[in-house]
């Protein structure tokens, strides 16, 4: 795929347990299909891992594979030394790869509600 220079997208903000914020851009391609997805967190010992998510999601995303799935994959991970709490309420997560997931489930939802 090349990609063009500008892609319509969303960028979604979560704050974690410890009030960093967590962001997730999803962008689409010329069909409106998600082709990308970038994540950032400014936690530098986590920056490898964030980066590999962002690189590994791309690339099931441009080989076919459709976003809800990969959601509902990461949402699955279960990490043995923390939790994620989401704040206001809303409950919690087993992993930061799971929150990840979570926030992609909702631009899926976001994008069902719109067609």
């Known amino acids: 795929m090349t990609r063009p220079d500008t892609l319509p997208g969303a960028t979604y903000c979560a ?4 009030g960093q914020p967590l962001f997730v ?4 391609d010329e069909s409106g299909n998600p082709c990308e ?9 986590l920056f490898e891992w964030v980066t590999l ?9 441009r080989a076919g594979q459709q976003l809800d799935t990969i959601a509902d994959e990461l949402q699955e991970i279960h990490s043995p030394s ?3 709490f989401i704040p ?3 409950g919690e997560c087993p992993s ?4 990840i997931g979570m926030m992609l489930a909702a631009h899926t939802e976001r994008l069902r509600e719109a067609a």
């Open 15 to 18: 704050t974690l347990d410890n």
């Open 82 to 84: 923390s939790r994620h």
């Open 88 to 90: 206001g309420g809303g």
């Open 96 to 99: 930061l790869a799971a929150r």
């Open 37 to 45: 997805v970038f994540v950032r967190m400014d936690n530098p010992e």
């Open 53 to 61: 998510v962002t690189v590994l999601i791309t690339r099931l995303l």
């Open 25 to 28: 851009t999803i962008n689409s």
